[in-house]
């Protein structure tokens, strides 16, 4: 509707009404007049002026609309509504002005809010159809949830996503477009059923594992008094201890509150019994440092074995410090014990092996053998010594050469057999 230029100049009050002497008042519609009512107790112009301030309620209120429907924040068809109420109190009404005018300013407005209204309604349906959409895609979400296998949901995180899907259908619900009736109902009750099947799940499942953690709990209980019912045995309850580590192994979960306060007490027990091995070892410990030091004395003492040139007086000493040393008794730590002990093997290993080599060389079938290699060898070099001698006498340097070679050989041999 094209808006007014601007205030028109305005028009005397009696180029549109008029006043009988019997105060009868009426309006002028195009070439007539129509009476509008009586004012007999005043004068003409108060008549008039009364008359007058309805057309001016009427006017104002046709300004409002208009105004409204200029903002563009009102509703087009509640505007219309109200366009085509208020021209009905225009048509035929009890004032004094151009009520033909208003006629024609709301039959405009009439028609650009009947434009607007259609458009709105549009706008309106296509919200409808968005939000339809947008409730169908929680309601497909949280059916999806509800199909899945119970033992694959986490449910923590199932429970919050499921919070959060309620909370986005209420915000729509609220603040978003009024659907159809049946479509919401039908949304609704897919959304409500797969919500009620999904807690009932949850509660299913917290009540199994509620009761799983009690067995759990139980077993756990259970294992932890008989690890207790060990302390008086010390380290001698050690591999029962273990036994029952591994049983605690197979327990299951009890939950994080009570596995954590089980197993303070679990270990706890277990502490106790190593407690006792390592205070037992370290009185070992402390009563193998003079024995540490007696051996520490014996292997300096068999380190001289090795300068003793006698054999037999060498395997007579190491066999006295290897009585002694068995007599001083087992050693803390063990491994100390261990590398006192490689120490000592390592000198019996030598004289070990000038034994092996005494006997060697003492042995009469090796020697009958080293003496009959060693005639042979002598013999070969005599008949050598004569070749070379021919064969420098001849001149025949290659015979010379041949015959230098195998001498120089079989006199290493039997320098080798300490001839």
């Given at each position: 509707m094209p808006r007014p230029a601007g205030p028109a100049a305005p028009v005397p009050v009696e180029q549109w009404g008029r006043v009988a002497e019997d105060g009868t008042v009426s309006v002028r519609e195009g070439d007539g007049w129509r009476e509008v009512g009586q004012y007999p107790d005043g004068t003409a112009e108060e008549a008039l002026a009364y008359f007058s301030r309805k057309f001016t309620d009427l006017a104002d209120k046709v300004a409002l609309l208009e105004q409204r429907h200029r903002g563009g924040g009102?509703?087009?068809a509640e505007l219309r509504t109200a366009a085509e109420r208020l021209a009905a109190d225009v048509s035929g009404a009890a004032a004094v002005g151009d009520l033909a005018g208003l006629s024609a300013r709301l039959d405009a407005l009439t028609e650009a809010l009947g434009a607007a209204s259609e458009a709105e309604a549009a706008a309106a349906r296509e919200a409808v159809e968005q939000a339809v959409v947008r409730r169908t895609e929680l309601v497909e979400r949280i059916e999806e949830l509800a199909a899945r296998d119970p033992k694959t949901i986490q449910w923590k995180q199932t429970s919050a996503e499921v919070a959060e899907l309620f909370e986005q259908w209420q915000s729509q619900q609220q603040n978003g477009p009024r659907l159809p009736k049946s479509t919401s109902q039908?949304?609704?009750k897919r959304f409500r059923d797969?919500?009620?099947?999904?807690?009932?799940?949850?509660r299913e499942f917290y009540a199994e594992m509620d009761e799983t953690h009690k067995a759990a709990r139980d077993r756990k209980t259970a294992l932890v008094e008989k690890a207790e019912a060990l302390a008086p045995k010390g380290e001698d309850g050690i591999a029962a201890y273990r036994d029952l580590l591994e049983q605690w192994k197979g327990a299951g979960r009890a939950g994080?509150?009570?596995?954590d306060a089980l197993w303070a007490r679990f270990k706890a027990a277990g502490d106790v019994l190593y407690g006792a091995r390592a205070a037992r070892d370290a009185?070992?410990?402390e009563a193998s440092r003079e024995k540490i030091e007696q051996r520490e004395a014996l292997l300096e003492?068999?380190?001289?074995?090795?300068d003793e040139p006698e054999?037999?007086?060498?395997?007579?000493l190491l066999t006295g410090i290897q009585r002694r040393w068995d007599e001083v008794g087992r050693i803390f730590p063990r491994d100390r014990e261990r590398a006192l002990d490689d120490e000592?093997?390592?000198?019996?290993?030598?004289?070990r092996a000038r034994e092996d080599a005494d006997w060697k060389r003492n042995n009469p079938e090796t020697k009958a053998r080293a003496n009959d290699m060693t005639r042979q060898l002598t013999e070969a070099i005599e008949k050598l010594e004569a070749e070379l001698a021919q064969a420098r006498a001849a001149g025949d340097t290659k015979a010379a050469a041949e015959a230098e070679e195998a001498l120089s050989a079989r006199k290493a041999w039997l320098s080798a057999l300490g001839g």
């Open positions: 009102a509703s087009a039908q949304l609704w797969a919500r009620a099947s999904l807690d009932r799940r949850r994080r509150k009570a596995d009185a070992e410990i003492e068999a380190k001289a074995i090795a054999i037999a007086k060498a395997r007579a000592l093997r390592r000198i019996e290993q030598a004289v």
